[in-house]
């Protein structure tokens, strides 16, 4: 079975410019989320949907981040102007709704804004 | 809301000795814990779980027990190897409002030199 895949890997940006993350869950997942994990630390929720709605997005800085999952299936998280303090790992993972069931997580796009 | 404190920043042993990272946390509702391992350039992955209270849970050499009355999720190991070098997170979930999202510690760096 396929994990959660997420484009790009790493992504080099000056201050101001925009960037787009993408990511696929497992198939069958109704519950994504993005994180944010800054080098060496935990991730940081960002916003998760279940199936295309927003349940949480209030650690989403919401004047230049934004998120979408349209169909309830793969979703974009994009940066409209990235700062310096943006330069981190963005995680996408996926589970199933379920406290007890754990969340699986892809490999991240490091972002690092120069 | 939920809490999630673990023993921050890095932990650095020698092969073959013990470790214990510190995990507690605060939820007014029924937990469910969560360790997870992030190896250098690889996606966070369940190590173990559990909900719970005063029963063993192991995997991998690791393990842990939920003790509710103290609110902590140690983990341990009697005899780490080299490729136990990672990034570990405790997380907790739990039943509140049917909202299931994990909320993560910072995490600890564990080195484990030759």
């Known amino acids: 079975e396929a994990g959660v895949t997420q484009s790009p890997r790493y992504a080099v940006l000056q201050e101001g410019q925009a960037v787009s993350f993408w990511c696929d869950p497992i198939?069958?997942?109704?519950?994504l989320y993005w994180y944010q994990q800054p080098r060496d630390q935990g991730p940081q929720l960002l916003v998760y949907?279940?199936?295309?709605?927003?349940?949480?997005n209030s650690q989403l800085p919401s004047d230049r981040f934004s998120a979408v999952r349209p169909k309830g299936t793969n979703s974009t998280l994009k940066i409209q102007s990235a700062k310096q303090g943006d330069t981190a790992t963005y995680l996408c993972?996926?589970?199933?709704?379920?406290?007890?069931?754990?969340?699986?997580f892809g490999k991240g796009t490091r972002l690092t804004v120069v | 809301g939920d809490s999630v404190t673990q023993t921050e920043g890095l932990v650095t042993l020698t092969k073959g000795l013990p470790v214990m990272l510190n995990c507690t946390y605060q939820?007014?509702?029924?937990?469910?814990l969560f360790w997870y391992v992030q190896h250098l350039n690889e996606a966070p992955k369940l190590l173990l779980k559990?909900?719970?209270?005063?029963k063993r849970t192991e995997h991998q050499g690791f393990y842990a027990t939920l003790h509710k009355s103290s609110s902590s999720f140690h983990l341990q190991k009697s005899s780490v190897q080299l490729s136990d070098s990672a990034l570990y997170f405790c997380?907790?979930?739990?039943?509140?409002?049917?909202?299931?999202?994990?909320?993560f510690g910072k995490g600890t760096s564990l080195v484990v030199h030759p």
């Open positions: 993972a996926s589970s199933f709704d379920n406290a007890n069931t754990e969340v699986f």
């Open positions: 198939s069958g997942h109704d519950t």
């Open positions: 949907f279940r199936d295309e709605a927003v349940i949480d």
């Open positions: 939820t007014t509702y029924s937990p469910f």
């Open positions: 559990s909900s719970t209270d005063n």
């Open positions: 997380a907790l979930s739990d039943t509140s409002g049917g909202n299931y999202k994990p909320t």
